[in-house]
Antibody, heavy 119, light 110 residues
């Protein structure tokens, strides 16, 4: 059974750093891209970027390039999303999802990680 | 790259059919057959219901169907049920090699 299990909710202060995780299981991790999607409170879904675990090839949305870092540790089948200087506007739910490369769609999703940035 | 355009809300009565539109441009929806649709229930992660314009994943009801004409994709839900009440999002791959989402449509079952 394919599963993507994300790390728990986080509460951070502006300027702090954060790395959230997405543990994959039930399939060959290195042969599917993993993507990240943001959902701000009460808002829609936004595509952040994708990573290919086999070689860490990364594609960022222009809106998020330079704002976050996507990475992966294939030895533990885990993808990461990282910030070095959080802002209040980073408050959102972040989802990881298995990306079907040729079709550009997401067939399995994590449960989401709520990140709250507040002073 | 702008988001795809969806109606903010649609509604229908049980048993009826509704259609949600998703309008893009000749550089995304109109260029590729790479439109997908997701259903998001309150407090839950999105769920894939249509991929590559009109394909349904295993386990998704055949009441859900997708189509495309020029720069507009459509999701049709037939035989509307109370459990269909949710937010629906379309996505498309673009010639800029990125994925864009629609703004989302809230479906209310009356």
């Amino acid at each position: 059974e394919v599963q993507l299990v994300q790390s728990g909710a986080e509460v951070k202060k502006p300027g702090e750093s954060l790395k959230i995780s997405c543990k994959a299981s039930g399939y060959t991790f290195t042969t599917y891209w993993i993507g990240w999607v943001r959902q701000m409170p009460g808002k829609g879904l936004e595509w952040m970027g994708i990573i290919y675990p086999e070689d860490s090839d990364i594609r960022y949305s222009p809106s998020f390039r330079g704002q976050v870092t996507i990475s992966v540790d294939k030895s533990i089948t885990t993808a990461y999303l990282q910030w070095t200087g959080l802002k209040a506007s980073d408050t959102a739910i972040y989802y990881c999802a298995r990306h079907r490369g040729t079709g550009w769609y997401y067939d399995y999703w994590g449960q989401g990680t709520l990140v709250t940035v507040s002073s | 790259q702008s988001a795809l355009t969806q109606p903010a809300s649609v509604s229908g009565s049980p048993g009826q059919s509704i259609t949600i539109s998703c309008t893009g441009t000749s550089s995304d929806v109109g260029y590729y057959n790479l439109v997908s649709w997701y259903q998001q229930q309150p407090g839950k992660a999105p769920k894939l219901i249509i991929y590559e314009v009109g394909n349904r994943p295993s386990g998704v009801s055949n009441r859900f169907s997708g189509s495309k004409s020029a720069n507009t994709a459509s999701l049709t839900i037939s035989g509307l049920q109370a459990e269909d009440e949710a937010d629906y999002y379309c996505t498309s791959y673009t010639r800029n090699s990125i994925l864009i989402f629609g703004g989302g449509t809230k479906l209310t079952v009356l």
